[in-house]
């Protein structure tokens, strides 16, 4: 509360501005900002501010001063909503989830292992041996993940190119007994091109900066990142963070998780595979496409546990079934071959990072887990998913990225803002209606079967012969030319900010996104040739093989009509939204507070447009129209009845309503509460935090 802080530091919760509006909002954000509070609440959701540098508010005493207390006891802090999450769990065996949303470098990741940590240093009192272990994998997989699924871009040294979703499990102690991680669209295609200035994932640099002589030797790799196509624009960039280039945490990390050593030798090898064929150059004579660079070839084969001449069949030639069922050999041309080259690096790549992710479930999944004896498995999630994205050039991967982030604030806008209205209907309390924008509408327009862009992308992709991205952008005018939030020749034919043979565009919830449709259909289709898939299958290293399943079949029992990327992203995040619902949802919005990664810079407009993108002052309208704690009868009565005459010692009364009735008169803020048909409802942090101190004292 304010109070617990000092007023100078600002309002801790925006539900207590004297007026809420942006201007309000702004200032008090900065201050706090300014100040050193990075963490403000609305009602329950916490809003962050990343602070760019190490602050010391993550210990031992800061745990323990958090541990099984109510939110509105402490200044915000994310283990206020991580104790909150976890006492619902425990208490009334809720399963929960936390969503951690913000743009990139905001601070979501961070965020999500201080949870994690909270978590982990609040359970097990017992220091049980079983639970310690489960612990232990459970934060050691975030070293091993990052390793793979992150890397430095322009906007952030350490950012996340996957989204992560992870469930921990817990028993009836409420200590945790497992976990599982579900990953969200790796972004590949970093594997084979960079942006200027960006890296590829930090595994490649960790290898070749930190693998030991003999090792790099093995792998046939020279030291320097420079020497490789796929490594050479992030060579030079030097990030200042040791651990994003130190392999012998993540080595430790796998030991620890229980990776094998020939699984991690093989994870090595893949990595080195790929540097290796991200430097083949295919050569022309006639018609006919040549490998000069035969030494690279054998090498790729020796990583693989393949031969040097089916590496190179694969890589020139591509199997195809002819209408008549015939089975023939076709030449690449030198871009076919190329692709064929990128599409097999990145799919190696992608492969690996999911048998990772895989690798550590089947550590972590909850193993014995007897419900009649252990009580009921409880779950608390966490996700830490790509905030929404707006560059100069939106492709195909910013699409997906939005799209997503459309799902998450429908659902948040079902959770916070139409729950809450509906409870406030179901307890019979009256009170204004609040306006929002339903962003139902975008996500139709994408998801729509039939009518949206990704039917319309699909639809493209599975038609015989050249639809080429130009010919699915006018289908997708045709179609969509009258939708609201897709702009298109037939609304503003003068508008000169975009190419209307090239571009389209979405006025997403977050703001307006121009995409260039340029690649979109090769990305959605994503081929890979099945020649490459029944070299891996084949491969003699059983770790390779096992990534491999698909490679057993021939070409000609291959589905024709496979599901599109965006289908597969599409379906994913339907299930994960549909998985969260069902949770009971804990916020934790992250704000980035400048471009420049400065402790100290306060940029007003963009976190203006983060504040407004993010809908947090509709959150605090909701919030303050409303009631912003809430508590059933009985259990307002247990904790304060001690504050009152006619509830302590004897309950005279003769419903717990009346009894909380009585404390709320006594202590005169019968102004502050509505009282519903099983809870009572309170709308500032203030009287509470009045009956805390009441509590205390006594
Ligand atoms: P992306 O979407 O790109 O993955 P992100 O939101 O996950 O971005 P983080 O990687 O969590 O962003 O944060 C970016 C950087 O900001 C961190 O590497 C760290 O330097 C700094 N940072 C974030 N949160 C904190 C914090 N609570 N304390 C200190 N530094 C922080
Ligand atoms: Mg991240």
Not at 10 to 21: A, I, P, R, Y
Not at 397 to 413: D, G, H, M, R, V
Not at 606 to 623: D, F, S
């Amino acid at each position: 509360m304010a109070e617990l802080e000092g007023l100078e530091f600002g309002k801790s919760d925006f539900v207590l501005l004297d007026e809420v509006n942006m201007e309000q909002f702004m200032e008090n954000l900065q201050l706090r900002f300014e100040k050193g509070r990075i963490y403000t609440f609305i009602g329950e959701v916490v809003v962050s501010v990343n602070p760019y540098k190490q602050m010391d508010i993550y210990g031992k005493v800061a745990i323990e001063a958090y541990r099984g207390r109510e939110l509105y006891e402490n200044p915000p802090h994310l283990y206020a909503v991580a104790d909150a999450a976890y006492k619902a769990m425990k208490r009334r065996a809720k399963d929960t989830c936390i969503v951690i949303s913000g743009e990139s470098g905001a601070g979501k990741t961070e965020a999500s292992k201080y949870i994690m940590q909270y978590i982990a240093a609040i359970t097990n009192p017992n220091q049980r041996e079983e639970v310690e272990s489960v612990k232990n994998v459970l934060l050691k997989s975030n070293c091993v993940l990052e390793a793979f699924g992150n890397a430095k871009t322009n906007r952030n040294d350490n950012s996340s190119r996957f989204g992560k979703y992870m469930d921990i499990n817990f028993n009836f102690n409420g200590d945790p007994t497992g976990g599982h991680i579900n990953n969200y669209l790796l972004e590949k295609s970093r594997v084979v091109q960079q942006h200027a200035g960006e890296r590829n994932f930090h595994s490649f640099y960790q290898l070749l900066r930190g693998g030991t002589d003999d090792m790099l030797s093995n792998l046939h790799l020279q030291r320097n990142p420079e020497a490789y196509v796929y490594s050479k624009e992030g060579a030079s960039v030097i990030t200042f963070k040791t651990n994003f280039n130190d392999p012998a945490a993540v080595l430790s990390a796998m030991k620890v998780i229980g990776f094998t050593s020939e699984e991690i030798s093989s994870i090595y090898k893949i990595i080195a595979t790929i540097l290796l064929l991200g430097n083949l150059e295919f050569e022309c004579d006639g018609e006919i496409v040549q490998l000069p660079g035969a030494g690279s070839v054998s090498h790729v084969a020796e990583l693989t546990g393949t031969e040097p001449e089916t590496v190179s069949k694969a890589l020139l030639y591509r199997t195809v079934a002819t209408g008549g069922g015939e089975v023939i050999e076709k030449g690449h041309n030198k871009l076919e071959a190329c692709f064929g080259r990128d599409a097999f690096a990145k799919a190696l790549y992608e492969r690996l990072f999911a048998w990772i992710v895989g690798r550590i479930n089947t550590v972590i999944e909850v193993k014995n887990y007897n419900p009649a004896l252990h009580g009921k498995n409880t779950v608390i999630g966490v996700l830490d998913i790509y905030g929404f994205e707006i560059f100069d050039n939106n492709s195909f991967e910013q699409f997906c990225i939005n799209y997503c982030n459309e799902k998450l604030q429908q659902l948040f806008i079902e959770l916070i803002l139409q729950q809450e209205q509906e409870e406030y209907h179901r307890e019979g309390i009256t009170w204004q209606h609040i306006e929002y924008f339903n962003n139902q509408i975008i996500v139709d327009l994408v998801e729509q079967l039939h009518k949206g862009i990704i039917s319309i992308l699909d639809e493209a992709c599975l038609t015989v012969g050249k639809v080429t991205d130009t010919v699915c952008l006018e289908t997708m005018n045709t179609k969509l030319g009258q939708h609201p939030h897709f702009t298109s020749r037939k609304h503003c034919p003068t508008d000169k900010t975009m190419d209307f043979q090239r571009h389209f565009r979405i006025r997403h919830y977050a703001g307006d996104v121009t995409y260039s449709i340029e690649g979109f259909l090769d990305k959605n289709k994503d081929p890979l040739f099945q020649d490459f898939k029944r070299l891996m299958y084949n491969s003699a290293d059983p770790v390779l093989k096992e990534m491999w399943p698909d490679g057993q079949l021939s070409i000609t029992e291959v589905t024709k009509r496979p599901l599109t990327a965006a289908t597969l992203f599409k379906n994913s995040i339907i299930a994960l939204v549909e998985n969260l619902a069902c949770k009971e949802p804990y916020y934790v919005r992250c704000i980035k507070p400048n471009d420049v990664k400065s402790p100290v810079l306060f940029d007003d407009a963009r976190c203006r447009h983060q504040v407004a993108y993010l809908g947090l002052l509709e959150n605090v309208r909701v919030r303050r129209a409303g009631f912003a704690y809430r508590q059933p009868y009985a259990r307002f009565l247990q904790r304060y009845k001690m504050t009152c005459e006619y509830t302590w010692p004897n309950h005279l009364m003769d419903t717990d309503r009346e009894a909380v009735e009585a404390i709320v008169t006594q202590h005169g803020f019968e102004g502050d509460v509505a009282y519903g048909h099983t809870k009572l409802f309170v709308r500032t942090p203030r009287s509470l935090f009045t009956l805390e101190q009441e509590r205390a004292a006594l």
